[in-house]
């Protein structure tokens, strides 16, 4: 893979020591192996790595503006000749359609630096990663050494021809020993266990290759640019509503929520329900409470398992979606994984060490300072987010914890209006003893601190008696007006300005690292009007949710006034900033509002301009009709969580046929269960797609944040191939 070399101030050449021999750095080409850590195995970065040369464009032109998402496309679109609707894509499936219809993140999540199933779930201390040589075991926070390879340059081979060259290569510490290999010019080296330091100065190997006809070219300094990325946050960074892994549906057999039902039949798709189920514009051959059933073990087998069965709830556990980390339904979907890649992808030079904590949830008190609750799994609560993140880079973990700091910040219950100011104290990881410094912060952070799940419900439903079942359920009220929610807006700024404090105190972040998500709006159609005039577009999952219109337009006036907010507590110099505010003149963090744009005419409730009518008919719940005895619009087993939508949020529908979460320790009969599923399975959340969106918006941020950093003297690009 040739390589072009970005400026060098040869000041800072000579600064390190660097000169070059013979020939230009450029002679010699080379590359990271297996780049973004938190895959243990290349294949899974090459998915990536595939589908992004695929996309790229010409190899010398600036790399596309919307690059993420034209790589979402090429890896999740689904493999059928026509992708109009769900039944049509599959009546031309093609060979790789089951596997294409699941997604790409369903094909690496077995293979990740991550206890996905742990007690508690966490990254692993020590990573086994797999290269083309062999296995290393390392550290996941920080590497000793990396695998690279290393050729000679298009333009060298073709003088070379055939012949064998001699490579030698040394690491820079003055300490380190040399090692030759002699190969076929055309082959390409391997450097097993490059070393790293965080002083580039000692970091690296020089190498030379002398050719056949004994000239030598040589680059004295191969150093690879490992950089250490964490993400922080709420379920808009987790990538709720994407399931790694999504659940697959029965083709033929249904699900019947009643708990009064606990016969053979209820796992039969010939079961004749109750129909004492009120229904706000159910169409009169479906029966409301009967809904797409998870393909289980026993149809497979050809049995069936009877309803309170041992057996069935075995049977419907194992064959729940996966997640990355199901206690925060955090997903490899969610954007900070895809800036993690793209950097990674675009700089071969590069290596990414990504660690993730945003849980869907999360508050900056509940969340990042203290314990929350998690959104399933055995374990009931997930530890603060900056615990989590100072037992990883901290020599000693938790033990080592010793510098003492006090945080004030106000609490609220939800639905309340009652503000309390408490104390926080927190432990961190003295400087001597962190692994490394953090190169930049990716964050959502503030939504729930305003309540925007709650505003959320408030535009969909009637009443909060219609969901105070799910209330009880998941600990506190679900909905409330704007009006608490400006409560809650006036006491953000404490509440950041506590993270800025926090992030500079525990981890030595500054400000300018710290890249904040604006959030994006949904309560836009197709022509960029508020959602209600179809009340229950792809709502249908519940009798009881459909848009309010003028809700939502309070909703949407509250929206704009809190990404102002956002706006003057990054930077209160902005025209139209309140005087006062807790984070003086302002976090200082970089907050990203260009990606707004992109959803305003897609959101939640927006169809595709060209075929409106079709894509609002495959908005519906697949139900099977009463009368022909088929699923209407298209049968569940062919829904396509991950193809592109011009909607880029997940409708409760949309929810329930990708994450499908039912409530633990309740008969997954219960009424109440379709309700959990569609709402807490994470509607009203970007996609899968819009994730891929942000990531573009904020890659321009990421970028300069890395290239500001000191002491990074030559940057390199991929620009083409051998």
Not at 38 to 51: P, V, W
Not at 278 to 293: H, S
Not at 465 to 476: K, M, N, R, T, Y
Request: charged share 25%.
């Amino acid at each position: 893979m040739r390589q072009r070399v970005a400026v060098v101030a040869w000041a800072a050449l000579v600064a390190v020591g660097f000169s070059h021999g013979p020939a230009l750095a450029s002679d010699l080409v080379w590359q990271v192996e297996s780049p973004f850590r938190l895959f243990k195995n290349g294949s899974a970065f090459a998915l990536h790595e595939n589908a992004y040369k695929q996309v790229r464009g010409a190899s010398d032109a600036a790399i596309p503006a919307d690059i993420v998402w034209k790589t979402e496309r090429r890896l999740n679109d689904p493999d059928c000749k026509d992708r109009s609707s769900p039944g049509a894509c599959a009546a031309t499936a093609g060979k790789r359609y089951e596997q294409s219809r699941l997604g790409w993140a369903a094909q690496t999540l077995p293979g990740v630096c991550y206890e996905t199933n742990g007690s508690p779930r966490r990254y692993s201390v020590m990573c086994d990663r797999k290269y083309s040589w062999g296995t290393a075991k390392e550290d996941y926070v920080l590497p000793q050494a990396h695998t690279v390879t290393i050729a000679l340059s298009a333009e060298r081979l073709a003088e070379v021809g055939a012949g064998e060259c001699v490579w030698s290569w040394r690491p820079r510490a003055t300490a380190g020993k040399a090692e030759t290999r002699k190969l076929a010019c055309k082959n390409t080296l391997t450097s097993p266990r490059v070393p790293f330091a965080l002083d580039r100065a000692v970091s690296g190997v020089a190498v030379t290759v002398k050719l056949p006809d004994g000239r030598e070219l040589s680059d004295p300094g191969v150093i690879v640019d490992d950089v250490l990325v964490v993400a922080l946050g709420d379920s808009f960074a987790s990538g709720e509503s994407n399931p790694d892994r999504p659940v697959s549906f029965s083709g033929s057999r249904e699900m019947l929520y009643d708990p009064t039902m606990h016969r053979d039949e209820l796992a039969s798709r010939k079961t004749k329900a109750q129909t004492n189920f009120a229904v706000a514009n159910a169409d009169e051959g479906f029966n409301p409470k009967v809904l797409p059933r998870r393909r289980l073990e026993d149809e497979e087998k050809s049995l069936m398992y009877r309803g309170a069965s041992r057996e069935f709830l075995n049977a419907f556990e194992q064959r729940s979606a996966r997640w990355f980390s199901a206690d925060c339904h955090r997903s490899q979907y969610g954007y900070p994984f895809r800036v993690g890649l793209q950097l990674a992808l675009e700089n071969r030079h590069r290596s990414v060490t990504l660690v993730s904590l945003a849980c869907s949830g999360s508050e900056v008190t509940e969340g990042l300072f203290l314990e929350m609750a998690a959104r399933e799994g055995k374990d009931a609560t997930v530890r603060a987010q900056f615990d989590q993140l100072s037992d990883l880079i901290c020599r000693g973990g938790t033990a080592a914890r010793t510098q003492n700091a006090t945080y004030s910040l106000p609490f609220y219950s939800a639905g309340s209006t009652s503000i309390e100011m408490r104390e926080i104290a927190q432990r961190w990881c003295p400087l001597a003893q962190r692994k490394r410094p953090i190169d930049l912060v990716l964050m959502s952070i503030g939504g729930n601190d305003v309540g925007f799940g709650a505003l959320a419900l408030y535009s969909i439903t009637e009443s909060a008696s219609d969901f105070a079942p799910i209330a009880g359920l998941v600990g506190h009220q679900i909905r409330y007006a704007p009006n608490v929610s400006r409560v809650y807006l006036n006491q953000l700024d404490k509440r950041l300005r506590a993270v800025r404090d926090a992030l500079r105190d525990g981890f030595g972040v500054d400000p300018g690292r710290v890249v904040q998500n604006g959030y994006e709006p949904l309560q836009y159609d197709e022509n960029g009007q508020f959602c209600g005039s179809q009340p229950t577009l792809g709502m249908d999952v519940h009798p009881t949710l459909k848009f309010n219109k003028a809700r939502v337009a309070e909703t949407a006036e509250f929206f704009r006034d809190f990404v102002k907010r956002l706006e003057c507590t990054a930077n209160a110099g902005k025209p139209g900033c309140p005087s006062g505010l807790a984070t003086d003149q302002g976090t200082g963090f970089q907050l990203v509002t260009e990606h707004q744009v992109k959803f305003a005419r897609r959101g939640i409730c927006a169809r595709n301009p060209r075929q409106a009518l079709m894509d609002g008919l495959n908005m519906a719940m697949p139900r099977k009709s009463k009368l022909s005895d088929e699923f209407k619009p298209y049968s569940p087993d062919a829904a396509l969580p991950y193809a592109s939508r011009w909607r880029l949020f997940r409708t409760p529908n949309d929810a329930f046929l990708a994450a499908n979460t039912h409530k633990e320790g309740l008969s997954p009969f219960d009424i109440m269960q379709p309700a959990y599923a569609g709402l807490i399975s994470g509607a009203v959340h970007p996609s899968a797609e819009g994730h891929a969106i942000v990531a573009d918006s904020v890659m321009s941020y990421a970028r300069n944040v890395l290239d500001r950093r000191p002491n990074i003297e030559i940057r390199t690009v991929t620009t083409g191939s051998r």
